[in-house]
């Protein structure tokens, strides 16, 4: 109950900063954190980059070195991969994040 809560409340934040997933398309991990961004109600702008080792490496080094996907931005926090992303909102702070107040 108190996850749908969490839910809810992300649905209702009209400023939600930009949210940026680099992904590739048979990674599991990306699927996972794309469909918890989507269960809450977030947009983002998800960037391929299968194949591409110039934007991978484009990626690698917004991610303080990480070549590993998912890497997920929200405005300009790095929150890291799939299981940042769910730790965040298990702690409760992934809906302040994406209101745009860091917790």
Not at 26 to 50: M, N, Q, T
Not at 61 to 76: E, M, S, Y
Request: with cysteine.
């Amino acid at each position: 109950m108190a996850e749908n809560a969490r839910i809810r409340r992300a649905k209702d934040v009209s400023s939600v900063p930009p949210t940026i997933i680099y992904t590739k398309s048979a990674c599991p991990f990306c699927h996972a954190a794309k469909a918890l961004l989507r269960a809450k109600a977030v947009s983002f702008e998800e960037i391929g980059v299968d194949g591409d080792r110039a934007a991978q490496a484009a990626m690698a080094a917004k991610a303080n070195g990480r070549w590993t996907v998912p890497q997920i931005f929200i405005g300009d926090t790095h929150v890291g991969g799939c299981d940042d992303l769910h730790a965040l909102d298990a702690a409760g702070e992934l809906d302040q994040l994406l209101a745009g107040r860091e917790g």
